[in-house]
């Protein structure tokens, strides 16, 4: 199956610093990538949508501002939290949608995951 | 308004059988998915239905009956490595994922 690794697996910053997590989607090409973060003992929630060469779109409440994201490859999207402080503390997971997937390509394969904890 | 639903928490005894369920209702349908997450991890592919009826996957089955925007989510033969949440996510229109909140699912000896 599609493989998509993230980077790091877990970082511990202080407040205000900004922290930068990577994922990549090592045998596929994916034109489309999602961030998504979940709190302890919630369900995920969408973040945004990174589409390669354009635009993220942000989910309703996010701010784009502070999470900035780069898809500037069709194997790479960046997730930048600025200024991070203590409640941006959580599990950041990215997805990656493989164009040959299931549902008309539209399954998406999921990075291991960052834990970032702001100090 | 999109909007799936499935039961927060479940206990079920090691060797039984559990059927997590999941209904839905969204703006066009390609597809219902089902998701694992242990905790602290990510979450990994159980299945994938878009035609009514059962896919069977070894211990795991997955149902399917999209006039009744209704799915579940069959385990067998229950081991405790199978204590996790269980995601059910839903593939609109625009081939966006509408994610369910999760069952935890506990296993007991």
């Known amino acids: 199956g599609a493989v998509v690794s993230q980077h790091p697996s877990w970082v511990i910053c202080k407040s205000g610093t900004s922290v930068k997590i990577e994922c990549r989607s090592l045998?596929?090409?994916?034109?489309?990538m999602f961030w998504y973060r979940q709190f302890p003992k919630q369900s995920l929630m969408l973040m945004a949508t990174?589409?390669?060469?354009?635009?993220?779109?942000?989910e309703q409440g996010v701010e784009k501002d502070k999470f900035l994201i780069n898809h500037a490859s069709l194997t790479l999207s960046t997730l930048t939290v600025t200024s991070a402080h203590p409640e941006d503390s959580s599990f950041y997971i990215c997805?990656?949608?493989?164009?040959?997937?299931?549902?008309?390509?539209?399954?998406?394969?999921f990075g291991p995951g960052t834990r970032l904890t702001v100090l | 308004g999109q909007n799936i639903d499935q039961p927060t928490e479940m206990t079920a005894t090691e060797g039984a059988i559990v059927q997590i369920n999941c209904t839905y209702q969204?703006?066009?349908?390609?597809?219902l998915f089902w998701y694992q997450q242990h905790a602290g991890e990510a979450p990994t592919f159980l299945s994938y239905?878009?035609l009514d009826g059962l896919e069977e996957k070894g211990r795991f089955s997955s149902f399917l009956s999209r006039s009744k925007g209704y799915s579940y989510l069959l385990l067998k033969e229950l081991q405790m490595k199978d204590s996790a949440s269980y995601l059910c996510?839903?593939?609109?229109?625009?081939?966006?994922?509408?994610w369910g909140a999760g069952t935890k699912l506990i296993i007991k000896p």
């Open positions: 997805s990656a949608r493989d164009p040959k997937g299931l549902a008309g390509g539209g399954e998406q394969f």
């Open positions: 045998d596929f090409q994916a034109t489309t």
């Open positions: 990174s589409n390669e060469g354009s635009k993220a779109t942000y």
């Open positions: 969204t703006s066009g349908f390609n597809g």
């Open positions: 239905n878009v």
């Open positions: 996510a839903v593939m609109d229109s625009n081939y966006q994922l509408i």
